[in-house]
């Protein structure tokens, strides 16, 4: 297994007390392809203004989960994803460790 991370966008149109439920649907989607969660490196990033519009909206509800997955796992994932009109983008991508200790040096130049 391998070490993954997905940022996903949520619809901000999304009222407040129905996020955790959206985001609780996602996590089913996850583990319903054998996916290990892992807890502790889950980060919410909150509604945030997009960089350009999608599907016409111009905020975005933001959350990173990194998990242990198959790699067969990954396209399905992604259909599902894709399925789901709740979700405007979502990016699954390996993750690496090295590379975030990496890019934290740099950020703190700015």
Not at 15 to 26: H, L, P, T
Not at 36 to 55: F, S
Not at 95 to 105: G, L, W
Request: glycine content about 2%; proline content about 4%.
């Amino acid at each position: 297994m391998k070490k993954y991370e997905i940022v996903l966008i949520l619809d901000p149109t999304i009222e407040d007390s129905e996020v955790d439920d959206k985001f609780e649907s996602v996590l089913e989607i996850l583990t319903s392809q054998g996916v290990k969660i892992i807890e502790d490196q889950t980060l919410d990033w909150g509604k945030r203004k997009l960089a350009y519009p999608i599907k016409k909206k111009t905020n975005g509800i933001y959350r990173i989960y990194r998990f242990n997955a198959k790699t067969q796992a990954i396209t399905e994932i992604e259909r599902r994803l894709r399925i789901n009109e709740q979700v405007l983008r979502s990016l699954i991508v390996l993750y690496d460790p090295e590379t975030e200790r990496i890019a934290k040096p740099a950020e703190a130049k700015k």
